[in-house]
């Protein structure tokens, strides 16, 4: 009697695990690394998509105590040959922001947040002096990531 309880227990457990692992949502878990001077942005699970650098092979958002990346949720962003412009979400309380970044990866300075669309654009108008291909949706798997 005492056998059959094992394993019926363990059919039990085997069987939920494996009933887990079917029915779990699967993470797409991506890379977009055909930003300019090795910056890349990755989707590591269903709330992070960031932006940082590869330095030395390996991903950075900070680099010798300087903010070189941004972890806030990417939600779009565009790219020219030296700047990266993201859109962020931010969620407070029971809303969500949106706050926009301009990246010149070139120098790794970054310029934001910045709350609304006018003064983004004001900035981008200012300092950027190229142009921004349009923005490229991150709640897909954006063409040209790779899965990672």
């Known amino acids: 009697m ?3 309880f094992f394993w019926i227990i363990i059919f039990f ?3 939920a695990i494996f009933i887990y692992f079917i029915t ?5 878990k991506w890379t ?8 890349a942005i990755k989707k590591t699970s269903s709330t992070e998509v960031v932006l940082g650098k590869y ?7 900070t680099q010798d105590g300087k903010q070189i990346g941004i972890e806030d949720y990417i939600a779009e962003f565009a790219y020219g040959e030296t700047y990266i412009a ?4 931010e969620p407070i309380d029971n809303s969500i922001n949106i706050k926009f970044y301009i990246v010149d990866t070139k120098n790794d300075n970054i310029y934001g947040p910045y709350k609304d669309e006018e003064t983004y654009n004001a900035v981008v108008d200012k300092i950027v002096d190229e142009e ?3 923005w490229i949706e991150t709640i897909t798997i954006p ?4 899965d990672k």
């Open 2 to 4: 005492k056998k059959r």
């Open 13 to 15: 457990i085997v069987g």
């Open 24 to 28: 779990s949502p699967k993470i797409e």
């Open 32 to 39: 977009y690394d055909l930003l300019p001077n090795h910056y």
């Open 55 to 61: 330095i030395d092979g390996l991903f950075e958002v």
């Open 86 to 89: 993201l859109k962020c979400l």
């Open 132 to 134: 921004l291909n349009d």
């Open 143 to 146: 063409e040209g990531a790779v």
